[in-house]
Each structure stands twice: as structure tokens, then as C-alpha cells.
């Protein structure tokens, strides 16, 4: 029994020797050496579009806007709108009361025809030389004036008819039929915003960076997961000396009528658009403030290369400085290698 027992744990030592050494080598990953060579999966790094992005807040303003006003000071006669309402371009809004302007309109009209009568009379004479050329001057001079009266009667009577100048969404009426008002009242307001500008700043050193039909890409609260997208129209032709800061306005396209005047719009201006290589961000390994992928050269080792990186777009890194288009990196496999080893690449992604 004491010689059995020394058996029994050596024979039990040499199974847990055997049981750990077949789950480590499951448990390894599959970069093993196959005949001294670790095995990665590679790809060849190709290029793909970046951009510096800065930030701003404007404020939305109608592409036209208008405060509707009557000329003359007279009393409403008829509303012909619904508050909120959209219009078109010369579409009747407010008619004021014109029945005395009408009138002298239509006597207007009566002299005209008077006096068109009276000159081709006239004219006919003249041709024939039986009335002298005072006569015929005379005849068409009153002619003239009388047309010009009637185009002055119905001047006075069209600013007593409110028409829409552009077409638009009104605003809330604030003026009701048999109101007295006079220029500068208020009876409505009225907005083109099937297009929007924002007017916004950025600072002077980006000035370089901002131009004329750069795109640009705006959130608003009420829609925080929808983007409105535009492009910049015009850059101010001065920097604000307080502020340091030049005036920049844009125009986005409002085909829902979501963006109102007044309204604040979070933007982002799209600078700098280029093409540069690009490696995914599992490729990078990084050691303190610094950062590495392996390449893999012709003779099928590997370099560890630090690399300089710039902007990251959704599991892509930008590469500023220490690689180029065509050159193979690992992107799989990384832990278990070291600079100068060599690899057998099971797979290239491309």
C-alpha cells in the first residue's frame, strides 16, 4: 500500500499535465505557427474620402419675407386669406374699400373712349387737310392726358387690392374686415421658405477653408435625428473686429416647410474633402502616445511601422504620414507577432 500510493499521484499528476496541455491548445487562437510562420489575414491598403468638419450655429431666415401692409389708410373691406395658408404670386390677400376709386376709374375709362372717338375724327381730317396740324396735336394731346388720368385712377384702386408678391406661407392675421389701418399696420406676414437661408460665423483662420458652394449639413432641435443639407451661398467681405469672425450664409432646401425664420439650426461645414489611404482601426496597435500596424513585406516578414493618424470615419482611420496605397498590412493576427517575423497570410481582404 505505501509503494501504491506514490504511484497513484504520479499516475494523477501526468493526467492533469496532459488534460491542461490539450485545453491550452484549444484554447489558443488560430494564429499559430504553421512550420514557423504565424498565419494573419492582410489587406492592401486603399484610399477613401475624408474631410475636416467644424461646427457652427445659425439662424434661419425665409428665402423672401414680407410684412404685409396696405399703402393708403382706408378700411378693410373683404379678407381673403385663412391664417397659415399657402399662396401664389398675385393671389387677392386683402381688399380694401374702393368704391369711390372704382368710380373714378370707370369715368376715366368713358373719357378715354371719348377722346380715341374724337381723335381718329381728327386724324381722318388731317389726312384729307381739312383741320390744321395745331388741331391735330391738340387732339392727340388730350388723348394722352386722358389715358394718363385713367392709368393714376387705376393705381389708387390697386392699392386698395392686397396681392401676394411671391408665393409663400402666410402668417396669422391680424386684421379684421371693417378695421381702419394705415401704412405700417400689420395684416400679416408672408414667407417663401420652400428654400431657407442660414446665416452663421466661423473664425477668421478658417477663412481659407470656407467657400462659395462648399457643402454644408445642419440639425435642428424638434428633428434632432434628421439633417438638413445645403450648400454655402456667400461670404461676407468683412471679419468682425470684436469678434474676430467672418459672416458666412448658406441655402438649404426646405421641401417639408420644416425650418421656420427665427429657428436655430446646429450646422456642420464640410472642409478639406480629399482622397487618402485608410486602414481599419483593428489594424493599429498602440504603444504610450504612439501608433503601429505591421506591414508585410515581399519576402513574407513583417514590419512594425508607426504611422500618423488624422481623421476616423465609422471604423476607419485616416493615415497621415507612414503608409501608401498598394502596401500590405495585418489586420488579423497582430498579438502574437513581433518586428522582423515571419508570416504565411491565410487571407487578403481588400
Known amino acids: 500500500m505505501k509503494l501504491l500510493k506514490p504511484i497513484i499521484v504520479i499516475a494523477a499528476s501526468i493526467t492533469l499535465v496532459l488534460v491542461a496541455h490539450h485545453f491550452i491548445r484549444r484554447s489558443e487562437p488560430q494564429q499559430r505557427r504553421a512550420g514557423g510562420d504565424t498565419t494573419v489575414v492582410a489587406e492592401v491598403v486603399g484610399t477613401r474620402s475624408f474631410a475636416d468638419r467644424t461646427e457652427a450655429i445659425g439662424t434661419v431666415s425665409a428665402n423672401e419675407s414680407v410684412t404685409v401692409t396696405p399703402s393708403v389708410t382706408e378700411r378693410i373691406a373683404r379678407v381673403h386669406f385663412d391664417d397659415g395658408a399657402f399662396v401664389q404670386r398675385g393671389d387677392v390677400l386683402v381688399e380694401l374699400a374702393h368704391a369711390e376709386e372704382s368710380a373714378e376709374l370707370e369715368e376715366a375709362r368713358i373719357k378715354v373712349a371719348n377722346q380715341e372717338r ?17 388741331e391735330f396735336d391738340l387732339a392727340r394731346g388730350s388723348l394722352d392726358a386722358a389715358k394718363a388720368r385713367a392709368k393714376a385712377a387705376e393705381a389708387r384702386l390697386q392699392d386698395r387690392v392686397i396681392t401676394a408678391p411671391f408665393a409663400g406661407v402666410l402668417g396669422i392675421r391680424r386684421a379684421s374686415p371693417g378695421a381702419l389701418v394705415s401704412p405700417g399696420d400689420v395684416i400679416t406676414t408672408l414667407d417663401d421658405l420652400s428654400v431657407v437661408k442660414v446665416d452663421f460665423t466661423v473664425p ?37 473686429r470684436s469678434t474676430r469672425a467672418v459672416g458666412v450664409q448658406a441655402r438649404l432646401p426646405n421641401p417639408g416647410g420644416k425650418l421656420r425664420s427665427g429657428m436655430l439650426l446646429t450646422l456642420e461645414l464640410t472642409c478639406s474633402p480629399r482622397e487618402a489611404p485608410a486602414v481599419p482601426e483593428k489594424a493599429l496597435l498602440s504603444y504610450a502616445d504612439r501608433q503601429y500596424v505591421y506591414v508585410v513585406r515581399e519576402d513574407q516578414t513583417v514590419e512594425q511601422r508607426e504611422v ?43
Do not use: C, Y
Open 308 to 350: 500618423i493618424l488624422g481623421k476616423r470615419d465609422v471604423g476607419w482611420v485616416e493615415i497621415v504620414e507612414g503608409l501608401s496605397p498598394g502596401d500590405t498590412i495585418v489586420v488579423d493576427g497582430l498579438l502574437s507577432l513581433r518586428d522582423g517575423a515571419s508570416v504565411r497570410v491565410e487571407q487578403t481582404t481588400s
Open 118 to 134: 374724337w381723335f381718329e375724327r381728327v386724324e381722318s381730317l388731317r389726312q384729307r387737310d381739312l383741320v390744321s396740324q395745331e
Open 204 to 240: 477668421e483662420a478658417l477663412l481659407s477653408e470656407v467657400a462659395v458652394g462648399q457643402s454644408i449639413e445642419g440639425h435642428a432641435a424638434p428633428w434632432p435625428e434628421e439633417r438638413f443639407g445645403g450648400k454655402v451661398t456667400s461670404i461676407d467681405s468683412r471679419v468682425n
